[in-house]
Each structure stands twice: as structure tokens, then as C-alpha cells.
């Protein structure tokens, strides 16, 4: 049995799958981010290499899980039986290729014994490669921070936003989060003068027109919980604005579940920040699309049934989208496609990207 190994890091999380040529899983392995650029070489050297060790031991065929690992890289026994590794990392090229070689090469070699071929990507690529089996066409990704991608055969040509949270990101986790922590204290500062709180963007009709709707505090009420647990005492603005400016920036994208949950339930001010959200997001998206190609929603924001994808899908309805499913699959497919004829390799796309697929028992047959 011949596999490939695909392998899907970003900030926040690395994943790593095993799959036969045929697109059947066969370990999969989930460790810390390996963006080098945000979380420094070793850290994202040590977790790539523990989701490879995982997927390996994971795995039922007895070649593929019977290399020796060590902390600071993964060796392969010349025996394993794995064909190709396709590695999809977040941050820069030099970077991203510097991980790799120091995980699965030798010292000075970007080539492992493992593999006939292994291919370094951005993890826009393999995002791209999640939602359809399309070469070319436009990913938008919106997870802590934003980006889209023009991808033509599989490569990056151009790029939209993906600035930082200081520069853009718009519509991202952190956007939302920060939205809501702005809506959230000039609420508090309008209420503690009793004037009415104006907004910059019309505010969409909700379901209950009572104006004194619990429902209509909510994104505000749950902000402060969460950003005040222990409550807010003499000054509430003072004192939100002071944790605000005393965490990391990007914690506030721990408020955007708080924005979706809101939304959803109607809440005006929840609504207005979605709304503003998508209109950025689709601005993004169109300064790289090509028309008639495909468009992948990816991204913790946007892959999540919620307020904000259907928003996007809504502003989008005349373009062909889908919704990208797992990335350290659709790692393993573009590994795996190299050997596959076309035709081969679309009707098995949804195996290897499928969110679905189990990894077989330990006590199965192999």
C-alpha cells in the first residue's frame, strides 16, 4: 500500500494526514501552530514534527508508523512506503521552507528519505485545494486574520489584505472582535450620559421590532462578561478600555464567536458588525477574482455555519463558491494527484478533504 502524507500548519494548529493513493485515511495527527514568523522557528519545528509523529502512530500500516522520531525532526525507515509529502505552512517562503528541511531532511537537505517528492506550499494553496479540485480560481480565507488569493495551477499569483491586524485583516476574527469591543464601550459611554448611540451603517431589520428587547443588549452584556468576569465596578468604560489595551491585540478575536451568537439571536448592534464584516470580506475577495472561476470560503470565520457565511454567501449568489473542508487532506490530495490521472484525481478530491472521513482502528485490517 502506497500513501502520501499532506500536511496543514497555520498559526493556531497543525494537522497532518495520511492517505493511500485510493483516498482512504489512514492517520491523522493535531499539534500547536508552525507559523515560524509568529511563533519562532523550534516552537513550529517541534509542532510540525509532533502532528507527523501522531499521524504516523495513528496509522495501521505497520511501514508507515515504524520510523524513529526525535524531538527535533522526523526520520522515515527507507522502507516507508510513503510516495509524496505535500507540507501547506502559513507565514513567509524562506521561512516556511527552513521548517521543513530541518523537520523531514537531513541538515542541508531539502529532500526526506520517505518520500519521492516533497513540495513546500503556502496554506492558502492547500485552503484553495480544501474547497475544489479546480487548479485555478480565488480562496478567501478569514480566520484570526484575513487574506484572499488569486490561485492559478495551484500557486499563489496575487493576494488581497493578509496585512496584519494593524493594516487590514478586515472581516477577520479579530476585526469582529474588535468591532464588538468598540461597539461595546461607546454603548456604555452613550448609556452613562443617557444619550442614544448613533452608527455608521444602517442597521438591518431584526425579527423582534420591540425596542426593549433584552436581545437587543445582549452582544454588549456578553462583551463585558467576558472581558469583565469578575463585573465592572466604578468606571465600566474605564475599566474595559484598560484590560482592552493591557492584552495581546489578537485576544480580542475571542469575541467574534460572541458577534455570530448574537447576530444570530438578532441582536441590532451583532448584526450591523456582520453585516460591515461581509461587505468587507467580498471587497476583499473581488480584487482578485477572476469571473467564472471558483471561489473556496475558508478560514475558522467563514467555514463555521453562521451569521457571517451566510452574509458572504448572500453577497456572492452569482459566483460558483464552496466551502473548504480539511486542509491537511487536501495536502495529501495535491500530494497524490501527481500520480493520479485527472479524472482520477477529481473524483477522489472529496475522500482526502472530506471533514467526515474516519481514520480506521487501531484493530483493523490493514
Known sequence: MELVLGIDGGGTSTRAALFTLAGTRVGY???????????????????????????????????????????????????????????????????????????????GTAIPTCADVIRTLGDVVT?????????????????????????????????????????????????????????????????????????????????????????RRRLTELVVRHLLPDGPFDDPVGELAAVVQGQSP???????????????????????????????????????HVTGLPIVLAGSVLTAEGPVQQAVLALLRDERVSIAGDGAGAAAWLAARVYLGRREAEQRHPRFVSRDTPSPRRDSAS
Open 29 to 107: 495527527g493535531v499539534a500547536g501552530g508552525a507559523n515560524a514568523v509568529a511563533l519562532g522557528f523550534p516552537t513550529a519545528c517541534a509542532n510540525l514534527a509532533a502532528a507527523v509523529r501522531r499521524a504516523l502512530a495513528s496509522a495501521d500500516s505497520g511501514p508507515a508508523s515504524g520510523g524513529v522520531a526525535s524531538s527535533a525532526g522526523v526520520a522515515f525507515s527507507a522502507g516507508a512506503p510513503i510516495r509524496a509529502v505535500v507540507v501547506g505552512l502559513a507565514g513567509n517562503a524562506s521561512m516556511r521552507q527552513a521548517v521543513v528541511e530541518r523537520v523531514f531532511g537531513v541538515p
Open 127 to 215: 485552503a484553495f485545494a480544501a474547497g475544489t479540485a479546480s487548479p485555478s480560481g480565488t480562496v478567501l480565507i478569514s480566520g484570526t486574520g484575513a487574506i484572499a488569493a488569486k490561485i492559478t495551477d495551484h500557486a499563489q499569483v496575487g493576494t488581497a489584505d493578509g496585512y496584519g491586524w494593524q493594516l487590514g485583516d478586515e472581516g477577520s476574527a479579530f476585526w469582529l472582535g474588535r468591532a464588538a469591543a468598540r461597539a461595546t464601550i461607546r454603548a456604555l459611554n452613550a448609556s452613562a450620559r443617557d444619550s442614544p448611540v448613533t452608527t455608521r451603517f444602517p442597521v438591518p431589520p431584526i425579527p423582534d421590532p420591540d425596542a426593549s428587547s433584552p436581545r
Open 250 to 288: 489578537l485576544a480580542l478575536a475571542e469575541l467574534a464567536p460572541l458577534v455570530s451568537e448574537t447576530a444570530a439571536g438578532g441582536d441590532p448592534m451583532a448584526l450591523e458588525i456582520v453585516n460591515e464584516a461581509a461587505v468587507r470580506l467580498v471587497r476583499t475577495v473581488m480584487e482578485v
